[in-house]
């Protein structure tokens, strides 16, 4: 994946592509980065604040949508440009795991919210500022607050249906 000319005289046109660089590794990024971009992206990560929280979210989103983006968010990590969107600690880890899960448990569709869930760490007292800095809408924040203060988690021993339960609310 590449831009087309400098890439940071493309980023500089629009920070968002930041964002779009990461999106397309996410779905169609087969083999190594180019380290001059990431190095673009990571100069211009500090603005992606200036966007609007929209825009941040419906790439952000579509990143985590993608069928395995383990790998792009942990670049996205390695980078510096995730901290900039997430103020919270990174657990590659566990969305490492539930994306096992959904692969696991085929009639699990990727879903934005709950792998933002599994990529962080968020206490209850988080959640406000977070779905506020993603400008979340209403029914995505209380789902949001549902899956962090879930007092039960999804494993392998408790069987199909009660995982499609935690995993559905």
Not at 104 to 121: M, S, Y
Request: charged content about 30%; proline content about 4%.
């Amino acid at each position: 994946i590449k831009f087309v000319g400098d890439p940071r005289a493309r980023i500089a046109e629009d920070v968002l592509r930041v964002l779009r660089y990461f999106r397309f590794i996410a779905y169609y990024g087969k083999s190594s980065e180019d380290r001059n971009a990431l190095s673009a992206c990571r100069d211009y990560a500090s603005q992606l604040g200036n966007l609007s929280a929209d825009r941040v979210w419906g790439e952000f989103s579509k990143i985590l949508a993608a069928p395995d983006p383990t790998h792009t968010i942990a670049l996205m990590s390695k980078w510096g440009v995730l901290e900039k969107i997430l103020s919270s600690e990174i657990r590659l880890d566990r969305l490492d795991k539930l994306i096992s899960f959904e692969k696991k448990f085929k009639r699990i569709n990727p879903d934005p919210i709950r792998r933002l869930v599994a990529t962080t760490h968020l206490e209850k007292s988080s959640v406000k500022s977070l779905s506020k800095r993603l400008n979340l809408s209403g029914f995505d924040r209380k789902r949001l607050l549902n899956l962090v203060t879930a007092t039960i988690s999804p494993d392998v021993v408790s069987g199909d249906k009660k995982n499609r339960e935690i995993l559905f609310q």
